[in-house]
């Protein structure tokens, strides 16, 4: 539209306006409009005429104030069928207006950060007279999600004043956002001393805010397990949105308020040798080093890592009180950690009567056998493998050789069953010899020409000795000899030649004991002789009884000697003799050679007899 067209439209206006002076306009609008960034806003102006009869002609014009400064600018008018926007301005590409009977609608398009301001809406009567009023333009960006860091060192509830805990970022929001902090859900608020909350905001290039927040609170112990977070608020078209930021939570560090000690290993009861580990643990955060003591040197401090000590090969003076206490420490009051240790032990058996006892054939003897422990024992006795009594006492009673041998007590601990220790002693039965056997004569029946075993066997001690009388063979020779110190054993082999008379005699320090052996000869073959039964029989009883008691009196005779009852010199000789009555009468000769022998080795050859068989008939 050229000048002059403006000019006579004007005029025109003016005329009009002269002829309707009786009509008044009216015009409403909102206060604000709201729309977020980048969408289209609708920004209505109603209006009304009280005569709308005598209105014939109406403008419209629309106005935006300038943010520089209190001017408005021009946007668009429309007169009639004349609908202009304005050129030049930074809304000319951006607005569309309609138009009806009632109301003008200035529609912006992409709405700006820039687009917060006041629209002016201007209705012209004429004669009607002129109204505008305004509406504000509210633009609204949402933050981004809160994002929250917590402070990665540790906070000591020691600090004076309070401590950074986090730090809270809402970021490109419009306009500003506030941001509120919580501590498990319930929210802080700024108190001298205890909290102190920092905001802050940067306006970024594009227009948008970024507000940062930082919390410093005072921590205590129980803030351990608290957990932190932060919620922005902001504005948003006809209401207000809320977002909460993830948790976090905090190291706090405290000096520890309590101390336990405990052992970690063996498991059960303690016993010397063991190596034992003891373990201290507080509750302070970071945990503390520990200092380890004993009750009785309490200024002593252990060799320890960290919290352990370990106590190797112990004994029973380790037995005691152990503390352990926080080596660094600002705890208002010593704290510290205590345990009893006892080392149990077991002493080497004690045994009375120690290693060996003798004993008489028939005596009684208790023996004992004890260890010192620090726990109640138990003892058992064994003899050969086999158990053989209980308790600490054990008693033999009404001893035989059976008796001898090696006693052996173990002492045990039930509680510990680790610990055990023994101890023996060996008993000695002394007692004159016993042949074995209950038979005091043994009769036998052998064809002639054979070969008999003869055999005898004698317990007692001094271990006892074994010599053979034979009447009636040559031919005999011992085939097993064994000797111990409670046992003697020999078995000699005979030829049958004819009826044997044959005496084992046994005999030590402490006594004699005889078997004798009768061995009747059964003839191969039958001669036609004259044979008288009664005067046989009568001469072999009267040899046996001769044989009996030359070996009798020799065994007195020998016992009494090596008892020194009866004293010998080296001088002199004594023959005893008997006049012969028969062909098997028997002479025996006692001398004393002392160019070859003394007196401690004379033997009676009746008694003893020749093992090497060459005695003559």
């Given at each position: 539209?050229?000048?002059q067209q403006?000019?006579?439209?004007?005029c025109?206006?003016?005329?009009l306006?002269?002829?309707?002076?009786?009509?008044?306009v009216?015009?409403t609008?909102k206060?604000?409009?709201e729309?977020?960034?980048?969408?289209?806003?609708?920004?209505?102006?109603?209006y009304?005429?009280?005569?709308a009869?005598?209105?014939?002609f109406?403008?419209?014009?629309w106005?935006?104030?300038?943010?520089?400064?209190?001017?408005?600018?021009?946007i668009?008018?429309?007169?009639e069928?004349?609908?202009?926007?304005?050129?030049?301005?930074?809304?000319?590409?951006?607005i569309q207006?309609?138009?009806?009977?009632?109301?003008t609608q200035?529609?912006?398009?992409?709405v700006?950060?820039?687009?917060?301001?006041?629209?002016?809406?201007?209705?012209?009567?004429?004669?009607a007279?002129?109204?505008?009023?305004?509406?504000?333009?509210?633009?609204?960006a949402?933050p981004?999600s809160?994002?929250i860091?917590?402070?990665q060192?540790?906070?000591?509830?020691?600090?004076e004043?309070?401590?950074?805990?986090?730090?809270?970022?809402?970021?490109n929001?419009?306009p500003?956002?506030?941001?509120?902090?919580?501590?498990?859900?319930?929210?802080?608020?700024?108190?001298?001393?205890l909290?102190n909350?920092w905001?802050g905001?940067t306006?970024?290039?594009?227009?948008?805010?970024s507000?940062?927040?930082?919390?410093?609170?005072q921590?205590?112990?129980?803030d351990?397990?608290?957990?932190?977070?932060?919620?922005?608020?902001?504005?948003?078209?006809?209401?207000?949105?809320?977002v909460?930021?993830s948790?976090v939570?905090?190291?706090?560090?405290?000096?520890?308020?309590m101390?336990?000690?405990?052992?970690?290993?063996?498991q059960?009861?303690?016993?010397?040798?063991d190596?034992?580990?003891?373990?201290?643990?507080?509750?302070?955060?970071?945990?503390?080093?520990?200092?380890f003591?004993?009750?009785?040197?309490?200024?002593?401090?252990?060799?320890?890592?960290?919290?352990?000590?370990?106590?190797?090969?112990?004994?029973?003076?380790?037995?005691?009180?152990y503390?352990?206490r926080?080596?660094?420490?600002?705890?208002?009051?010593e704290v510290?950690?205590?345990?009893?240790?006892?080392?149990?032990?077991?002493?080497?058996?004690?045994?009375?009567?120690?290693?060996s006892?003798?004993?008489?054939?028939?005596?009684?003897?208790?023996?004992s056998?004890?260890?010192?422990?620090?726990e109640?024992t138990s003892?058992?006795?064994?003899?050969?493998?086999?158990?053989?009594?209980?308790?600490?006492?054990?008693?033999?009673q009404?001893?035989t050789?059976?008796?001898?041998?090696?006693?052996?007590?173990?002492?045990?601990?039930p509680?510990?069953?680790?610990l055990h220790?023994?101890?023996s002693?060996?008993?000695?039965?002394?007692?004159?010899?016993q042949?074995?056997?209950?038979?005091?004569?043994?009769?036998?029946?052998?064809?002639?020409?054979?070969?008999?075993?003869?055999s005898?066997?004698?317990r007692?001690?001094p271990?006892?000795s074994?010599?053979?009388?034979f009447?009636?063979?040559?031919?005999?020779?011992?085939?097993?000899?064994k000797?111990s110190?409670?046992?003697t054993?020999?078995?000699?082999?005979?030829?049958?030649?004819s009826?044997?008379?044959?005496?084992?005699?046994?005999?030590n320090?402490?006594?004699?004991?005889?078997?004798?052996?009768?061995?009747?000869?059964?003839?191969?073959?039958?001669?036609?002789?004259?044979?008288?039964p009664?005067?046989?029989?009568v001469?072999?009883v009267?040899?046996?009884?001769?044989?009996?008691?030359?070996?009798?009196l020799g065994s007195?005779?020998?016992?009494?000697?090596?008892k020194?009852k009866i004293?010998?010199?080296?001088?002199?000789?004594?023959?005893?003799?008997?006049?012969?009555?028969?062909?098997?009468?028997i002479?025996?000769e006692?001398?004393?050679?002392?160019?070859?022998?003394s007196?401690?080795t004379?033997?009676?050859?009746?008694?003893?007899?020749?093992?090497?068989?060459?005695?003559?008939q």
């Open positions: 539209m050229t000048l403006q000019r006579a439209f004007l025109l206006f003016l005329f306006h002269a002829r309707s002076v009786w009509a008044r009216e015009v609008m206060d604000n409009v729309v977020y960034l980048g969408d289209s806003a609708e920004i209505v102006c109603h009304n005429f009280t005569e009869n005598s209105v014939r109406v403008m419209f014009q106005f935006v104030k300038d943010k520089g400064s209190s001017s408005r600018i021009r668009y008018y429309a007169v069928d004349n609908k202009i926007v304005d050129e030049g301005t930074e809304y000319s590409g951006r207006v309609t138009l009806d009977q009632h109301k200035l529609t912006i398009q992409e700006q950060l820039s687009d917060e301001r006041e629209f002016i809406c201007q209705v012209n009567g004429l004669s007279g002129t109204m505008e009023r305004k509406t504000h333009l509210r633009v609204f949402p981004g809160p994002v860091r917590g402070v060192t540790g906070i000591s509830v020691t600090n004043m309070p401590s950074k805990v986090a730090t809270c970022e809402a970021r929001g419009y500003k956002s506030n941001i509120t902090w919580y501590r498990n859900n319930m929210p802080l608020v700024s108190s001298a001393g909290v909350v905001t905001d306006v970024e290039s594009s227009g948008l805010y507000v940062q927040s930082t919390l410093e609170y921590v205590v112990k129980e351990k397990d608290a957990n932190f977070s932060c919620e922005v608020s902001f504005f948003v078209p006809g209401d207000i949105m809320i909460e930021s948790s939570g905090i190291t706090v560090h405290y000096p520890p308020t101390v336990e000690l405990w052992r970690e290993s063996p059960g009861l303690v016993k010397e040798g190596t034992v580990e003891l373990r201290c643990h507080g509750d302070g955060n970071p945990m503390p080093t520990f200092i003591t004993r009750k009785e040197d309490p200024d002593v401090e252990f060799d320890s890592r960290g919290n352990v000590l370990m106590l190797q090969a112990v004994s029973r003076s380790d037995s005691d009180d503390l352990c926080p080596r660094d420490t600002t705890a208002l009051k510290k950690g205590e345990m009893r240790l006892k080392v149990h032990y077991l002493d080497p058996a004690v045994l009375v009567p120690k290693e006892e003798v004993m008489l054939k028939g005596e009684d003897l208790t023996a056998c004890n260890a010192l422990s620090s109640k003892v058992v006795w064994y003899k050969d493998g086999n158990m053989v009594g209980r308790g600490n006492m054990l008693h033999l009404d001893a050789y059976e008796t001898a041998g090696e006693y052996v007590c173990e002492v045990t601990v509680s510990v069953p680790a220790t023994s101890g002693v060996h008993i000695v039965v002394h007692g004159g010899p042949l074995v056997g209950e038979e005091q004569e043994v009769h036998l029946e052998e064809a002639v020409g054979r070969m008999v075993n003869l005898c066997e004698a007692g001690h271990a006892p074994i010599t053979w009388i009447v009636g063979s040559q031919n005999w020779f011992e085939v097993f000899s000797s110190d409670h046992m054993h020999s078995v000699v082999s005979v030829a049958v030649k009826d044997i008379s044959a005496m084992c005699n046994t005999s320090d402490l006594g004699i004991d005889v078997r004798a052996f009768s061995i009747k000869a059964i003839p191969l073959v039958t001669t036609s002789a004259p044979f008288s009664e005067g046989s029989g001469i072999i009267v040899i046996i009884l001769c044989l009996l008691l030359l070996a009798i007195v005779l020998y016992f009494l000697h090596k020194g004293p010998c010199g080296r001088s002199g000789k004594q023959d005893i003799s008997k006049e012969k009555t028969a062909k098997d009468d002479v025996v006692m001398k004393n050679n002392a160019n070859a022998k007196e401690d004379v033997l009676l050859k009746a008694v003893n007899g020749d093992k090497n068989g060459t005695n003559d």
